[in-house]
């Protein structure tokens, strides 16, 4: 970090003072130190004095050399000898007039690891681990691709304005870099640096930017909350977390936040690291965090947004997802069905001084009174009811480090597919007793064995004790709405509370929709029409659908409840006039936004993987998102699984089916159904997915419920009969 440290027990309070701060406008640009310049080096043999780093050191006898630095390729002007581990750099450079300064940007293209100083305080780290000066031996902890000599964006660091004037004085400074290679034996090495400053007016006192060089997007308002990072210049690695700050900025809706505005959304301390499989490649990255302190070591449960308290929470990163809000709206869809999704905000990220884009803020899924709402499993939780919950588990990929605890005794829906491998997520394997790790494997092998066996419709013999078939159908209906290509065969979780508190094997929460609503270009993902669920005849390979969600079609009365559901929700949470007006409201909060991420990573008009539509602008990706979704509920519409006749009738009325009024209410509602239905089940349940109340109806038609005891909120009413009618009504209590 740009500051000079006076003494070790003030890094703390510096590291506050930098991490959100101000920054001047600049007017333009200008590049003080070239990889190409003349610098001095030495390829150390022996420990080099600490100082080497300070203005002060006498580098006579150091060679003197074009940058950059390698073993000789296209991309090195001073060829190394093979097998060097180590280059140190040094170079002079004059500043004219430090209050012109508004920014700094260091350039540093690697292979692999390096250290960066600024008048003998480190500025920028990537790739060698530990604190303070590497031994000169240190091989570099990751292997790190130069990128320039390919047309690639060198890594880059940025320094704010106070950064930079409280480190660079006027006249002489020197800048010095040591670059590590990862082996000995390696076959490649470079070093090549750039330092460009933002400067305030239209003086020119130094050199023009690299050709390649794209100045930095300065976020000084937004509509949205402002989220701002501070790592001390660390690069954030993949893992595990590293220390650093968040602050957050939100002024409530439909208010502006100043980049200059205290963070009083949230301000402390963080751990963070990269998160996510495929989308780590990309350049704009997704992160997890937990919030810590005020011992580091010790996570922090805080509220923000007034969503519940937590310390596990997510930025992610829609860098293929152009429209911005996929994964937003899946997650509203969900909520609005009555199931836990997680929480959303749509936020503005500064990390290190630099604007990073537009990302979603939301909540991990995990075992939380506010989150899944299930009993936590305990390590000693081996006996009895306490045994059989809660867990959560998934089908997913193992590429972001996750680990098969067992395998599905049956592969996928079609022969001579692969093998479906089941992952603890909460609690993880590592932290299970083996007799919990046991029953969860034993219950759901039960589960499919029942589900694939010859009886598997009977209600005591067959699949129907072993999960809550209501949410198997609302999961299944939100991918299929999505044709979302990574559907059934991965991010799938399921969760299972104890048999005190229903004991069945739940679908979901839903999870990582990004590649939905035709945003994928292979495997019919971008076709409006076909159903999901038959993926495994379509494509092949690995990461196939599990069986159940054929089978469980061949169940008349489940596929009857399947159409019942889908036309109750087309009148509602999945109307197409609700969905589009939604979607517009999202695009319009985006407007400037939007501008300001596709600025910063400039996609817009290219391809990106998966990409099957490629907008020229923000609003042709919103277009192209509204009309592919209208077509999609169309052609479900007209292909819907099973028949809803029981009532009587085919095309499906809200009105004519169900109805709560008042509503919006303060005190009771009357909810009424326009035919006699028999043992029937009336739940509450909170937007979190609690359990208010539950009681069993023999004969309903009307009813009353008092809700004058209840918070002011959204709540949902579900009324749901063993032969398949299943209904849900939003209602507002104010």
């Known amino acids: 970090m740009l500051i000079r440290i006076i003494q070790k027990t003030t890094l703390f309070s510096c590291l506050l003072i930098a991490a959100f701060q101000v920054n001047a406008q600049s007017d333009h640009w200008e590049t003080v130190v070239y990889d190409n310049s003349t610098w001095n080096y030495i390829i150390p043999t022996a420990t080099t004095p600490t100082n080497w780093i300070s203005p002060s050191f006498n580098a006579t006898g150091w060679n003197t050399g074009t940058g950059g630095f390698g073993f000789g390729d296209s991309d090195d002007n001073t060829a190394l000898p093979t097998g060097t581990i180590s280059v140190y750099q040094r170079i002079t450079f004059n500043v004219v007039d430090v209050s012109l300064l508004t920014k700094a940007i260091l350039n540093?293209?690697?292979?692999?690891?390096?250290?960066?100083?600024?008048?003998?305080i480190e500025i920028a780290r990537n790739g060698l681990t530990g604190t303070g000066q590497p031994t000169y031996n240190q091989l570099a902890s990751i292997s790190h691709e130069a990128v320039l000599y390919s047309g690639g964006y060198p890594d880059q660091f940025v320094f704010t304005q106070t950064q930079v004037q409280s480190a660079i004085v006027n006249g002489p400074n020197v800048l010095c870099i040591e670059t590590h290679n990862q082996t000995a034996g390696s076959s490649d090495f470079t070093s090549r640096a750039f330092l460009s400053f933002g400067i305030s007016n239209t003086s020119t006192n130094y050199g023009p930017t690299p050709s390649w060089f794209v100045p930095p997007v300065e976020l000084s308002t937004s509509n949205l909350p402002i989220v701002i990072l501070n790592t001390n210049g660390v690069t954030i690695p993949d893992e595990p977390k590293i220390d650093g700050f968040?602050?957050?900025i939100d002024n409530?809706?439909?208010a502006i936040n100043h980049i200059t505005d205290p963070t009083n959304e949230f301000y402390g301390q963080i751990a963070i690291e990269r998160r996510g499989s495929s989308s780590n490649t990309f350049p704009m990255k997704s992160y997890g965090l937990e919030t810590r302190g005020p011992d580091t070591n010790i996570n922090y449960n805080v509220s923000v947004f007034d969503w519940p308290a937590d310390n596990d929470w997510i930025l992610y990163a829609p860098y293929t997802d152009k429209a911005l809000i996929r994964n937003v709206l899946t997650y509203k869809i969900g909520t609005e069905m009555g199931r836990w999704a997680p929480r959303t905000q749509l936020c503005e990220v500064v990390l290190n001084g630099e604007y990073i884009g537009v990302y979603v803020f939301m909540e991990r899924i995990k075992v939380n009174p506010g989150r899944v709402n299930i009993d936590p499993l305990n390590y000693s939780d081996t006996l009895n009811n306490e045994l059989t919950g809660g867990y959560i588990f998934k089908i997913d990929k193992t590429t972001a480090g996750g680990v098969v605890s067992w395998n599905s005794p049956y592969a996928s829906a079609v022969p001579g597919n692969s093998t479906i491998g089941y992952q603890l997520h909460d609690p993880e394997a590592i932290d299970m007793h083996p007799s919990q790790l046991q029953y969860i494997e034993d219950f759901v092998t039960n589960w499919e064995n029942a589900l694939a066996g010859p009886n598997f419709t009977d209600p005591v013999l067959g699949y129907k004790p072993y999960i809550d078939e209501a949410s198997f159908i609302d999961f299944m209906l939100v991918n299929e709405v999505s044709k979302n290509v990574d559907g059934y065969r991965i991010s799938t979780y399921l969760h299972k509370n104890r048999v005190s508190e229903g004991g069945e094997i739940v679908a979901g929460p839903l999870w990582d929709f990004n590649l939905g609503f035709g945003n994928a270009d292979?495997?019919?993902?971008?076709?409006?029409t076909g159903w999901e669920i038959n993926f495994n005849s379509v494509c092949g390979g690995g990461w196939q659908n599990p069986f159940w969600w054929s089978r469980l079609l061949q169940d008349s009365t489940y596929s009857h409840a399947v159409k019942c559901r889908w036309l109750e929700l087309r009148q509602t949470t999945l109307s197409t006039t609700y969905l589009m007006n939604y979607i517009d409201s999202m695009a319009l909060l985006l407007t400037d936004p939007a501008s300001r991420n596709y600025n910063r990573w400039p996609i817009l008009g290219?391809?990106?993987?998966?990409?099957?539509?490629?907008?020229?602008?923000?609003q042709e990706e919103i277009d192209y998102m509204k009309n592919w979704l209208t077509a999609r509920l169309?052609?479900?519409?007209?292909?819907?699984?099973?028949?809803?006749?029981?009532?009587?009738f085919d095309e499906f009325s809200n009105e004519k089916q169900l109805m709560a009024y008042p509503n919006p209410t303060d005190d009771k509602i009357t909810l009424r159904v326009n035919d006699n239905l028999k043992n029937v089940t009336l739940l509450v349940v909170s937007p979190q997915g609690t359990l208010i109340q539950s009681q069993e109806i023999s004969n309903?038609?009307?009813?009353?419920?008092?809700?004058?005891?209840?918070?002011?909120?959204?709540?949902f009413v579900t009324v749901q009969q063993k032969n398949g009618f299943f209904k849900t009504i939003k209602i507002t209590v104010k």
Request: contains cysteine; glycine residues 16%.
């Open 606 to 618: 290219t391809y990106v993987w998966p990409n099957n539509f490629i907008g020229d602008t923000y």
């Open 700 to 715: 309903f038609e009307e009813t009353t419920l008092d809700f004058s005891t209840y918070s002011d909120g959204i709540y």
């Open 522 to 528: 292979y495997c019919q993902g971008g076709n409006t």
């Open 252 to 254: 409530g809706p439909g």
């Open 634 to 648: 169309t052609w479900m519409d007209n292909n819907m699984f099973g028949t809803c006749n029981d009532l009587g």
């Open 246 to 248: 968040m602050g957050i």
């Open 108 to 120: 540093m293209d690697h292979d692999d690891g390096f250290v960066a100083y600024l008048n003998g």
